[in-house]
Every structure is written in structure tokens, then in C-alpha cells.
């Protein structure tokens, strides 16, 4: 078996690929091992995933969500304590022991804080990733080939197309090597708010949280898009070469709906 991303043999790969890393909450989407070779999957995870994780929004919304990480770690999150004095404190989340911790540095300093009477402590938000994020491009990219990849791997002879069709060979190469184009565009919108929970009819008695859920899109023109939503934010980045025009024509013709809207689906806000 040849490696999906750098096409050489991946006989001996002892890894399975996530589509999403499971510091974002995947445990399931994965490919079965020999896919993606085990220099590849390693380089995805230090030089792509790895950098977008510790983006100032990847770790607010990770620590707002409280998705551990493969260590079971929600990320530290950064505060503010004015008190009246000014500290900086690192606020760390305990699931086992369901407790919120807050360090400082200073023990004095936090003595004296924590017994003043008023007191107000600031957690910066970040509601979405920052513009023109050639990491979060290049994960998209990658998410999408091995996406693509994932939905088809029921179907015979579908595999090989992905493996070898060299339509893919141009988002391939931006993923693994930041290579082609300078950047790759994709289209970025929040369709739902973060705190919304998921009611479906034939999934579940309880409320579940969509963390992430795919779909491609063909549009008229025969470009296809790999959709995806992250905590109720909608990407779209497109497979067969950079650009987003006909998605966004997508979009106009159908009011701005979105294709990973399921309408047997109720949304409820915590
Ligand atoms: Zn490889």
C-alpha cells in the first residue's frame, strides 16, 4: 500500500490517522493504518495540528468546551485577576475531580487577592480562528483529502481514485508540504452558536453536542467542497484547486442554507 500524501509504500505504518485530531474531540473519524504513513501522520500532528491547537482561539474554544486532549488534559487557559491589583493567572480544569483551579505565580501577591474583598477576574474569547490562518487553510486541506477519503471507503474502487487521481495531487501537496499556491482559500461562517446541543428523532434520548460533521458539496460547475462545522463554525475549502467562487454562489442560490443542516434535527442553547 502507497501513503495517500507522499505516495510511498506504507506497508509498515503502525499508525491510524485521525481525521481530526482527538485534542478536538474525534474518536472515531479515523483511517485504518497504512493510509497515511507514519512520517506523514507525524508530521501533520507536530507541524500542522499541533501549531493550530495552541492558536489563541483553538485553546479558548477547546477550554470552554472542556474537550481533553489524547492525555486527557483540557488546555490551560490564560486570566486576568484585578483585585485591585493587576495578576496574571493560569486557570486549569480538573474533569476527574470536576474542580476549576487557578494558579499564580506570586503566592503573596494571590494571598492578597484572594482576601480582598471585590474582585474581578477577565478570560480573554476568542470567537473565531484570526483571518488568513495558512495553518488552519492547511488543515482544512487535509482534513479534506482524508475526508473525502473516509466517506468513500465503503465503496469498491473508490479508494484507488482518491489514492491515485492526480485532481487531488495540487491540495495534497499545499497539505503535506505548503506547497502549489502561496495559500489556499477556503470559506469560513458560524452557523450556529457553540453552545448548541443536538436532538435527533433516531440518534438519541439525550441532548449531544456536534462537534464536528462533514459533508462534500458538488455545485453546478463540478467543483467539489469539503464542508465541515467546528463548534458551530462552517469551513469550506474546495478539492479539485484553490478557491471559493462557486461556493459562494452556492450559498446565494440557496439562501445561505448550509448542507450539514439536518432538518429531522432540533437545535436547542444550553
Ligand atoms: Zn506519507
Known amino acids: 500500500m502507497n501513503c495517500l500524501f507522499c505516495k510511498q509504500n506504507s506497508d509498515n ?11 478536538l474531540g474525534n474518536k472515531d473519524q479515523v483511517l485504518p493504518k497504512g493510509l497515511v504513513c507514519d512520517s506523514c501522520n507525524q508530521y501533520f500532528a507536530n507541524k500542522v495540528e499541533k501549531p493550530l491547537l495552541e492558536q489563541p482561539y483553538f485553546r479558548n474554544v477547546r ?29 486549569i480544569i480538573d474533569r476527574k475531580e470536576d474542580k476549576t483551579i487557578i494558579v499564580m505565580e506570586d ?9 480582598s474583598p471585590k474582585g474581578s477576574m477577565i478570560i480573554p474569547a476568542f470567537d473565531k480562528p ?20 473516509h466517506w468513500l471507503l465503503k465503496e469498491d474502487g473508490w479508494i484507488d481514485e482518491v489514492m491515485t487521481n492526480s485532481g487531488l495531487d495540487e491540495i495534497k501537496k499545499y497539505a503535506r508540504y505548503g506547497q502549489g499556491v502561496e ?32 459533508k462534500i458539496l458538488p455545485t453546478k460547475e463540478s467543483h467539489y467542497y469539503f464542508v465541515i462545522a467546528i463548534m458551530g463554525i462552517e469551513y469550506a475549502i474546495s478539492l479539485g484547486g484553490p478557491g471559493t467562487d462557486s461556493y459562494e454562489q452556492w450559498l446565494k442560490e440557496n439562501n445561505y442554507a448550509s448542507i450539514l443542516d439536518d432538518p429531522n434535527e432540533k437545535k436547542s442553547s444550553r
Open 13 to 23: 505504518s503502525k499508525s491510524v490517522e485521525h481525521i481530526i485530531p482527538e485534542s
Open 107 to 115: 503566592e503573596e501577591k494571590a494571598r492578597r487577592i484572594f482576601s
Open 130 to 149: 484570526e483571518d488568513n490562518n495558512k495553518i488552519l487553510s492547511r488543515f482544512l486541506a487535509k482534513v479534506a483529502v482524508e475526508g473525502l477519503l
Open 63 to 91: 477550554h470552554r468546551a472542556r474537550i481533553e486532549s489524547k492525555k486527557g488534559r483540557v488546555p490551560i487557559e490564560n486570566a486576568f485577576i484585578i483585585s485591585p491589583e493587576l495578576a496574571k493567572a493560569d486557570i
Open 183 to 214: 495559500f489556499w482559500p477556503y470559506h469560513q461562517r458560524r452557523i450556529y452558536s457553540e453552545e448548541t446541543r443536538f436532538n435527533h428523532p433516531l440518534i438519541s434520548i439525550q441532548d449531544y453536542e456536534v462537534l464536528h460533521e462533514f
